[in-house]
Every structure is written in structure tokens, then in C-alpha cells.
């Protein structure tokens, strides 16, 4: 069972946003995320917002066939909900979910639909998530007809017992094949998607995922712990003590093998969980996230921000179907973000990044805890920008803890 809801104030039936999160809107740059619900088999430790196809009735916008027919209205909606500015689009991003799951011309539709409303930026960055078992060499070869230039594949471990605890469905020597067929394609950049604490898994066998993902010659890594997360089957197994709880001290030695080991590969860190190959390989549509940018997202359960307006549609498929159906808005909620509370979020995403924290973006209190962060080995100063150490990468969330009133 995915997570509830956040709560917040009701969201207008017409989409509407205030005059105050519009202002300067094409100044800034602007992503699109596109979220598709479908999954083969739903994983044990996940709690995203996925449906099998047996979930889900043929009602049109919920159904596979349907799907991008209701995404595509939501564009067209957030073309007037956010004037004629001219707002050209730098990052969009498919994630779920597998978006490989619709069929190729469908996600083209939905790309050309976003040229269409708003423009790309020459140097548009377009991502899609997929698992190595859900595209063949045909596939990928038409994705990046279709406009696609960045994939990110779920690989999540090279060791069959540990994917098997993960009730992931794939095979390890996929991935390398999956690898070289998004190569062949032509894609840009190439993404691995790495899980590490997995119960079961040891040292050996990270080391061994590590290893493994390095020989496919990625051009980004994205390497993050098991989070056992409510209402899942994997919370249940644990609870029920067919699973350990993942380890503190397991999960702090696996990331510093992570670090040492992609490093030495050529990966330089700058997010704490996300390494790339060079700048220009960093995924530009999660730094959006990080920076606190503008964003729409589309789809069942996609969050949104735009100039301090943050919202979020409705969960269910077919509800957020109904709703466009009926010429509304999807948004469940939305909050809109005070001064304060977007500094708050400034500290807790960008003390996260290597460009690191502006000293500035920090209150008094803040400011007077840096000389102990430093004296302590978890933070250094860089041109009055605080860069986490790899220590304090380790204890990240006690950092920003020190960090805010």
C-alpha cells in the first residue's frame, strides 16, 4: 500500500496559480515529469505510486492503451495554466513505475505533445526510466528516434539472490546487453539505478554490484540504501522477522565502498547518493529538485513546484482519468511556501550537493553551529559555500539537523 496523501489546502478546480508564482516564471528554468503507473510486478520494498495491470479497469486515462491520452490533456492544461510565456522546456523526465511499459509511440506523443505546448531548449535533456528486462535493442533504437537522449536502467544489484529478495524479475547479465543496445542507439547519457543493504546482502556482494555496474562503463550512478518503507511487503516480512532491519553500521560501510570504488572508477560525486562522469553527464532534471526550481508534474500522484506553489494530483488512475475527463484540474492539495519555510528546504537539499550550501542561505543559529561542523570533520568551507566531507555525507541528516532551529 503506497503512503497517504500529504495534507494541504484544497487546489483550485481550474488549476489556477497565484499571480505571485507566476511572476518571472520564464526566467527560470522549467522541467517536466511524467509519471506512468504501470509495473509488470510490483517490488516488495517499493512504495511509489505503481499499479499492475490487473489493478487497473479499462476505464479510458487507466488503462495502458489510454494512458498517454490523459497525460497529454494535463499538458494542455498547464499550458494555460501558465500563461504564454515563453517557457521552453530544459529537463523532462518519465519515471514510475517502468514507462517502457506503454508502447514507443505513446511515450513520443507525449514528448511531442510538451514540444508542442511549450518549446524545447536546444540543449533539452529527456530522460526515461526502464528496467533491463522491459526494452530490447528495437526498443531503445525507437526511443531515441522518438527524442529520447538519457536512460536510466533499475539495476539495483548484480547478485541473483539479493534481485530475488528485492523481487526484482530480471537477470544480472541483462544489464550489460541493455547497456550496449542504449549505446548502439545512440543515447547521450546512460544511467544505473544501485540498491545497497538489502537484507542478505553482504559486503562481497555490493562490492560485486559495484564491479559489475563499472564494467558496463555507465555515464552516471545513482547508488541508494534500502529504505524499509510502511505498508510495503518488504516492511511486513521484516516485522514479522522473516528479514533483518537493515543495518546503520552495514549500510555507512557500504556507501564509503561505494564512494571509494566509484571514484576510483572514473565517478566523481555531486548529490549524496548520484555520481557522474563528467558535469555534463550530473542528471540536470534531479538538480531542478535540489535547487528548488520550477517543475510540472504530470500523471497520478506527480508533485509539481512552481515559484513557491507546490501541489500534488490525486493517487488513484482512474480518478485522476475522471477528473480531466471532466475538464478539471488532477490536484489533489497544495501549499503555498513561505519565505521561511523554502529557506528550510534550500538547507536540507542543497547542503546535499558537491557545488555545496551558500553560508548566506543560513540564520544566525545556522551559521554559529559551522566552525563545530568543521572542527569535526563533517564539513569543509569553500568559498563561503559548506561542502559536506564524506563523513558528513555519512550523517547528512544530523548535519542539517545542526544546521536549523
Known sequence: MAPAQPSGDP???????????L???????????????FCTVRCGY?????????????????SRATYAEAVIHELRMARRVLGDDDR???????GGGTPTLLKTFDLGSILASIASEFGLADDVEVTTEANPDSVAQWDLDELRGAGFNRISFGMQS??????????????????????EWARAAGFD???LDLIYGTPGESLADWEESLDSALACGPDHISAYSLIVEEGTALARQ?????????????????YLLADDKLSAGGMEWYEVSNWARRPESRCRHNQLYWTGGDWWGAGPGAHSHIGGVRWWNVKHPTAYADRLAAGLSPAHAREVLDDETRRVERVLLEIRLRDGLPVLALDQHGRGQVRRLVDEGLLTLRTERLVLTPRGRLL????VRDLLP
Open 158 to 179: 548484480a547478485v541473483p539472490r539479493v534481485l530475488k529478495t528485492l523481487d526484482r524479475t530480471h537477470d544480472p547479465l541483462r544489464v550489460p546487453a541493455a547497456v
Open 238 to 254: 521484516v516485522r514479522r522477522g522473516e528479514l533483518p532491519t537493515p543495518d546503520e553500521d552495514d549500510l555507512a560501510d557500504k
Open 11 to 21: 487546489a483550485p478546480a481550474d488549476g489556477s496559480l497565484p499571480e505571485s508564482a
Open 396 to 399: 547528512a541528516d544530523g548535519v
Open 23 to 37: 511572476a518571472g516564471s520564464g526566467e527560470r528554468p522549467f522541467g517536466i515529469y511524467v509519471h506512468v503507473p
Open 88 to 94: 521552453p522546456v530544459s529537463t523532462i523526465f518519465l
Open 189 to 191: 547519457e546512460i544511467s
Open 46 to 62: 517499493c512504495d511509489f505510486n505503481t499499479y499492475t495491470a490487473e489493478e487497473l479497469s479499462d476505464t479510458p486515462g487507466a
